[in-house]
């Protein structure tokens, strides 16, 4: 599994380097103290909190055995593993002085044992540096793929470190952006703040703060303030009301703790509405120096919820709290609004007071609420589930949770209940902050871990060992509890109903779309998905048939009757029969239901049950249609709608199969598309607010796409590559070019001849269907031939041409008034356009015999009818056509390119068949393009990442041999930050990038153009 900083709590420096076998190196002064010291949690540093550990090992014997400690250890999914690499060390840690060398050894230092452990550490996902003397290491990278690794050259002043500056910057950012919760523990129990935990799930909230977004924003800046600052006696710190108590006082111990030198010491927490004379007197009375927190409530709620306090005003209680505490640090906890400004008014008159605001997941911010939510539940996963699991392995065998459950913990939550969980806006005050979201993870992971005893729960670990999906009766009713009491009850109907529309919009494969394509178990994945939609529409049921005033103010009323109509259709016998595999299925009835295409994908699972098992389809289509399918013609029509269907299917399911597979760059806003496509947002994406991300989406596709083709085209022949004098032109105009035109001319160019001797059709299945289809339209076309020379011997006309042109001419002899129903009959009746006229030559086509509906009823055969005839062949071709003839991408990066300068707008408002055409090209050319992709890593010798990209319809007709002249003019790769690689390539749009290697990228919505740093 690859690194995860989502469920780290600590650090381990894994640092190899020969030099610690000379004393110098280990002394009080050297690297190796300064970085234990540097790492410790005693220092006053940021990381002193992270739980850093340093790890130094002298040859590959020693790295080797710590890496396989670490990978076999329970400490792989709980601490943060950096490695630091010097290139030339030994293969077996030398003998003391005075013993025999062991003449099997090899003690000499070499490059090769360096590379060998960077290797290892690639292989596992382990970020690492380099930092080595050798002048000549970075050349050896190369042949191995790890030129891109940052590397560092060794320092050495005097006696002082050995390591750049720059480096030690770089490894402690490592430690900080990749540990995702603070294990406080020790201090909560220092600070004995465990005593009022009731429970293992609250024991276990307190224990851990999330160190990420605003929450990571509090702890440094408390960490990094002066002594002065975190020794004030008098603090304010804001937080919203829903804040819980156990998490004001783990923000408090981190504001305070290091301030307090003599253990052991502990926080005092109190409520205004409930403070008494005699509750504050006890406290005095203790003289330890304790921290007091007193939380007020502003003075409105204080009056409303005033319980035992004996103080009419909260004003009154902060006076005396500070003439009562003078020693004492004393935390003020404030609302954050005006209802606390008479107590800040009381504030202002002491001196030294510090104030701050305590960390929160603003409401309405969506994005930050799911963060907090997945890393929650990832971690409480790993460290509940996922150790309980480990510790029931059985028979030498070990268990650990399955990566697709801790990259998506959400598969183990129950809909309604994720739903309400990732609700931003009108989030219930008991599941607010971080430690109540823990605490409520942790109680309902319990419910299912009592396998031992539990025999229903038995086979519960190999699931979850296995990637396998979870009974739906078993996934977590996290916060039910919530859900259900006071307040929130009442909107109990509207997360059951949203889930269910959510579960429609985004599992009709695999639930919420993220069980990777060919997981081994997605067939099950995808049956899952259907049984809990199945779920959601029980539920959902009651309140969409009658919806009340709440359902509807929140979904339109169509949005209703189709969500009720899926309902009906997932909850009808013959579907129930149907997946329990038990007896025949009574279809009677059923055909009367209709999926609402229009809105909701339709489940995967359920379209192949039909299909396979009950013979029938799920069309996309009115009540009246199911008649046209007894005729030959109308089930052909059909057969074509499924045709096309599948091709765009197969297409998509592709593209985001090879999403990780391509460069960043191409990837974003590739996904960006596919979603919108995906999801039936290309109406509501393409608006006047939301457009210019739709076409940005496909501006930074295309300007990438257009360069790697432009490569391809120029290097390369049918033949193979071409000349030097060839290629060095080819990239000096790409240097030089300010727009796509010459790169698109030397496209269109080539495309003909280059392209089908480079990449041919691969899936022979979808070819041979394609084949099919021409071939049944060659007998019209014959038989249209035949017509065509006949009449030409006995008229001297083109016969088709005169067809087209009489009705061209006929349907707008009305002038310009609109074409009505009347006109087309007039054209098709009236004698004068003798469209009803017979064919006064018609060939001999008996060899069409049984083929052809008109091959001895020549007095049937109508001038009509073979336009007609026309017509239907040309509209089977384009269908068996369109994937060959679109396949190389070019129409789509043409297409893009003419309409941004036909309109000269940075998101030109396109109409829909102009949009709808610009995407059709592009799900059409998308493989070809990814094709060439392919072709030019492979000819700049990046293998890897060539090879790594799956074929589709097409796969290249031959591996390219490595062409040095590729890779030195045309092609840079570098990792990207977030995984996977950049390409970059000469030139782009724009004066200030001519001669430099950059890439267009997309990130939010907007392209930026990013350069090499070379």
């Not at 090899?106 to 490059?111: G, L, W």
């Not at 035992?308 to 902060?318: G, I, P, R, T």
């Not at 359902?551 to 029969?577: C, H, K, Q, S």
């Not at 990442?945 to 045309?970: H, M, T, Y």
Request: proline share 5%; with cysteine.
């Amino acid at each position: 599994m690859p690194m995860d900083k989502q469920i780290y709590t600590g650090g381990n420096l894994l640092w190899l380097d020969d030099n610690f076998l000379d004393a110098d190196y280990r002394g009080e002064d050297s690297d190796l103290k300064v970085w234990q010291r540097s790492l410790s949690t005693t220092d006053h540093r940021i990381n002193r909190l992270l739980n850093l550990a340093i790890f130094p090992v002298t040859c590959l014997e020693e790295f080797n055995e710590a890496l396989d400690d670490y990978l076999n250890g329970p400490e792989r999914y709980s601490r943060f593993l950096f490695g630091v690499i010097d290139l030339r060390v030994p293969e077996h840690r030398p003998p003391v002085e005075g013993a025999t060398p062991d003449p099997d050894c090899d003690y000499e230092p070499r490059i090769r044992n360096g590379v060998a452990a960077a290797e290892r550490l690639a292989k596992h996902g382990i970020p690492f540096i380099f930092l080595s003397s050798a002048s000549e290491g970075q050349k050896s990278l190369i042949s191995v793929g790890l030129q891109g690794r940052p590397y560092f050259q060794k320092e050495r002043r005097g006696r002082g470190s050995i390591m750049p500056q720059d480096a030690a910057r770089y490894i402690l950012q490592e430690f900080r952006a990749n540990i995702g919760w603070l294990d406080l523990s020790r201090i909560a129990e220092r600070m004995n703040l465990m005593r009022t935990a009731k429970s293992d799930a609250e024991r276990f909230s307190i224990s851990y703060f999330p160190f990420f977004g605003a929450h990571r924003d509090f702890v440094e800046r408390w960490e990094l303030r002066s002594e002065y600052v975190r020794s004030c006696n008098r603090i304010a710190l804001r937080s919203p009301r829903s804040h819980s108590r156990n998490f004001i006082l783990q923000c408090v111990c981190l504001a305070v703790e290091r301030s307090h030198r003599n253990a052991p010491r502990h926080i005092e927490y109190l409520e205004s509405v409930e403070a008494t004379p005699a509750i504050l007197e006890e406290f005095r009375s203790r003289r330890d120096n304790s921290v007091l927190v007193v939380r007020f409530c502003g003075e409105d709620e204080f009056s409303k919820k005033r319980t035992s306090s004996q103080y009419d005003h909260e004003e009154v209680l902060m006076s005396r709290v500070i003439e009562m505490f003078p020693r004492n640090k004393v935390v003020f906890v404030l609302p954050p609004d005006d209802s606390s400004d008479m107590l800040l008014s009381r504030l202002g008159m002491v001196p030294g007071v510090f104030y701050d605001d305590l960390p929160e997941t603003r409401l309405q911010d969506a994005s930050a609420r799911e963060e907090l939510l997945k890393r929650a539940s990832r971690f409480v996963l790993h460290n509940l589930v996922g150790r309980a699991i480990e510790k029931s392995s059985a028979g030498g065998v070990r268990m650990q949770i399955d990566s697709v459950f801790l990259e998506n913990p959400e598969l183990l939550i129950d809909p309604i209940n994720w739903d309400f969980l990732l609700e931003a806006d009108r989030v219930a005050e008991k599941i607010s902050d971080p430690n109540e979201i823990l605490t409520e993870l942790f109680e309902s992971a319990l419910t299912i871990m009592d396998w031992a005893e539990d025999e229903a729960l038995a086979e519960l670990p190999a699931r979850l060992a296995d990637g396998r999906p979870v009974p739906p009766e078993r996934l977590f009713k996290t916060a039910r509890s919530v859900l259900e009491e006071g307040g929130q009850k009442e909107h109990l109907p509207l997360w059951t109903v949203r889930a269910f529309h959510n579960w429609l919009v985004k599992s009709w494969n695999t639930p919420y779309g993220c069980v990777p394509e060919g997981h081994k178990h997605e067939a099950d994945w995808a049956e899952h998905s259907l049984v809990i939609a199945r779920h959601l529409a029980t539920e959902a049921k009651p309140y969409i048939s009658k919806p009340d005033r709440r359902i509807l103010d929140r979904f339109p009323e169509e949005v209703i009757e189709n969500l009720n109509r899926a309902a009906e259709l997932l909850l009808d016998p013959p579907i129930e029969t149907l997946l329990a595999r038990e007896g025949n299925v009574d279809w009677e009835g059923f055909e009367r239901h209709r999926w609402p295409h229009s809105v909701f994908p339709v489940s995967t699972h359920l379209n192949d049950r039909l299909h396979i098992d009950g013979g029938r389809y799920f069309f996309p289509h009115a009540n009246e249609l199911d008649a046209a399918t007894v005729l030959f013609d109308g089930r052909m029509a059909l057969n074509r709608l499924e045709l096309r269907a599948r091709f765009y299917r197969q297409r998509m399911d592709w593209a985001k199969r090879v999403l990780t597979q391509l460069p960043a760059a191409w990837a974003r806003p590739l996904s960006h598309l596919l979603s919108s496509i995906e999801e039936r947002k290309l109406a509501v994406e393409w608006n006047e607010t939301r457009r210019n991300r739709m076409w940005n989406a496909m501006m930074a596709f295309q300007r990438n796409a257009v360069r790697i083709s432009y490569i391809m085209y120029s290097v390369a022949n049918a033949e193979g590559y071409r000349s030097k004098k060839d290629i060095d032109r080819a990239a000096s105009k790409m240097r030089s070019a300010q727009s796509p035109k010459p790169f698109l001319e030397k496209i269109r160019g080539n495309r003909a001849v280059t392209f089908p001797a480079l990449i041919v059709p691969n899936e022979v299945q979808f070819w041979n269907e394609q084949v099919e289809v021409v071939n049944g339209a060659m007998d019209q076309i014959r038989l249209i031939g035949r017509v065509q020379q006949a009449t030409a011997e006995a008229e001297g006309t083109d016969f088709i041409s005169n067809l087209f042109m009489s009705l061209h001419d006929g349907l707008l002899s009305s002038g310009d008034t609109p074409l009505k129903a009347a006109d087309l009959i007039r054209f098709m009746y009236q004698p004068e356009f003798g469209m009803q006229d017979t064919l006064k030559a018609f060939p001999d086509v008996s060899d069409f015999a049984g083929r052809n509906a008109y091959d001895k009823l020549t007095s049937f055969a109508f001038q009509s009818d073979m336009l007609l005839a026309a017509a239907a062949t040309g509209a089977s071709l384009n269908q068996a056509l369109r994937p060959i003839l679109y396949a190389d991408g070019y129409h789509f990066l043409s297409m893009l390119y003419d309409r941004r300068n036909m309109d000269k707008a940075t998101a030109p408002d396109l109409i829909p068949a102009a949009r709808n055409q610009l995407l059709e090209f592009f799900l059409y050319g998308l493989e070809g393009l990814a094709q060439q992709l392919k072709f030019v890593l492979y000819a700049a010798g990046h293998e890897a990442q060539a090879s790594a990209i799956d074929d589709g319809l097409f796969r290249l007709a031959r591996i390219p041999e490595a062409n040095p002249e590729v890779l030195k003019q045309f092609l840079l790769l570098e990792e990207a930050e977030e995984g996977g690689y950049m390409v970059y390539t000469p030139g782009h749009e724009g004066q200030d990038t001519v001669k430099r290697f950059v890439y267009a990228d997309y990130v939010d919505g907007v392209i930026h153009t990013r350069k090499h740093k070379s």
